[in-house]
């Protein structure tokens, strides 16, 4: 070896131990100044940009940002931002500051007293930056102008109390209920709109109509319909005394919408489902344990969540076996046994089924409605696991998975197995296509 060579080999290797020696270990606390881009969102024409950066406990930070421009507005303990769709304006939420809430916890502070989260709405061609304090929730129309936000609580003005002459009573009553107060507002044109005692909203993606849930006082609160036009503003009632109204969607054209409701007392409830065009009072059609091809002993899942095809012509939705109260219990807790017992004919290890409790009471088999043939379809049966169907128009059948007569062998082999069949979406017929096919997801 030349006399060069080993001169800039023992340079390079205490070029090297000197460089190590000023390098910071990575250890646990370090872990402390990581940080997260997260929810990245980019608008259709490209021209406005969304990002969080969040430390792995703390405050982080919301960033607007035009491609075209180098500057950003940054907005701290910004979260989950919406973009509207001609980049008019950015709406999301404000989170109250780390350290506050964490004293406060520590404190036993009581949920109902911790500071909320606000909500923000920054005007992209005004570059002016709005907020409400104490919001729940909001929503915007993915192709409209109005958002829709609820109110922690009810903002509803307090009415002056007159007294009638002749029965010397109070003629105004404030009621109290579970709902808070919902604000429409559209910054475009700087209009804002207020209905309360609002539960649970839905805005369709052109932004032209609403739909709500309204909490009415009683000796148990019970649950309204309404359909609001945002054009005309007019409210329309649909439905009202329900005990659970939940999952309200539109389909793409937003001109139906469907939604799960129960009027049952029982803890564990049973469901239907109604459909409804957004200019009718009355529904399309009523699904519920009656209804024509709905399976035997059977009612609407309130498990899962109904969508529609993309062309609107179909929605799926779930249904389960019909939910029977059980006879009232005579025995305290401390007289009853508890046993869990396995053999050698049980499909799965106790563990196993212990684990899956939850998810086998909550099981769902799947249905469509089709809208023009107004027939009920169901296509998943108990023997399916999975079913994986697409909601485009063009495709008419599904691909279902059954492993129940592999279920024992799973507990040692893997891959898992599973029977694949065809069903046809319109008239529920299947078709085993192959047996014993190894999936491992």
């Keep these: 070896m030349s006399k060069h060579i080993r001169l800039s080999l023992t340079f390079f290797l205490f070029h090297l131990i000197s460089f190590s020696q000023n390098k910071i270990p990575i250890d646990a606390k370090a872990y402390d ?42 907005i701290s303990r910004g979260k989950n931002a919406a973009i509207h769709y001609q980049d008019k304006f950015v709406v999301g939420i404000i989170q109250p500051q780390h350290d506050t809430v964490r004293k406060l916890k520590l404190a036993d502070t009581k949920k109902d007293k911790l500071p909320k989260d606000s909500l923000f709405i920054y005007l992209t061609n005004k570059d002016t930056l709005l907020t409400f304090e104490e919001v729940k929730s909001f929503k915007i129309a993915s192709e409209g102008d109005w958002i829709a936000y609820l109110s922690e609580n009810d903002n509803q003005p307090q009415c002056k109390k007159k ?79 329900q005990l659970e109204i939940k999952n309200i969607i539109y389909n793409k054209s937003g001109d139906n919408f469907a939604y799960i409701y129960s009027s ?46 993309d062309d609107g012509k179909k929605l799926f939705f779930g249904t389960s076996y019909i ?23 049980d499909m799965r290890i106790q563990p196993q089924q212990l684990h899956e409790k939850s998810k086998d009471e909550k099981k769902s ?26 909601s485009k128009p063009a495709i008419n059948h599904a691909l279902a998975y059954a492993s129940n007569k592999y279920k024992k062998e799973a507990t040692w082999d893997f891959p898992w197995k599973n029977d694949v069949y065809r069903i046809d979406l319109l008239t529920g017929d299947t078709l085993l296509l192959k047996e014993g096919i190894a999936y491992s997801n």
Excluded at 323 to 345: C, F, M, Q, Y
């Design 163 to 241: 007294k009638c002459n002749l029965f010397k009573k109070n003629k105004c009553e404030e009621q109290s209920t579970s709902g808070t107060t919902l604000t429409l507002f559209n910054p475009i044109i700087n209009k804002s709109h207020t209905i309360h005692y609002i539960n649970h909203y839905a805005l369709n993606k052109q932004g032209n109509n609403l739909v709500f849930t309204r909490s009415d006082k009683g000796e148990i609160d019970t649950i309204s319909v309404y359909s609001l036009n945002l054009n005309t503003f007019q409210e329309t009632k649909l439905q009202d005394h």
């Design 323 to 345: 939910n029977r109260p059980e006879p009232e219990d005579t025995l305290l807790d401390t007289e009853k046994a508890v046993v869990d017992i396995w053999g050698p004919s």
């Design 365 to 390: 088999n799947l249905a469509i409605y089709h809208l023009q043939e107004q027939k009920i379809t169901p296509i998943g049966i108990d023997l399916f696991e999975r079913i994986s169907v697409s």
């Design 33 to 74: 100044e990581w940080k997260a881009i997260e929810n990245v969102h980019q608008s259709k024409s490209g021209l406005t940009i969304t990002y969080e950066i969040n430390p792995q406990e703390g405050d982080g930070y919301l960033f607007v940002k035009n491609p075209l421009q180098n500057d950003s507005i940054v």
């Design 264 to 309: 049952d007392t029982n803890k564990v409830k049973n469901y239907a489902l109604n459909i409804f065009s957004i200019s009718a009072t009355l529904p399309l059609v009523s699904i519920d344990t009656l209804s024509i091809n709905m399976p035997d002993s059977s009612s609407v899942s309130g498990n899962f969540r109904p969508y529609f095809s």
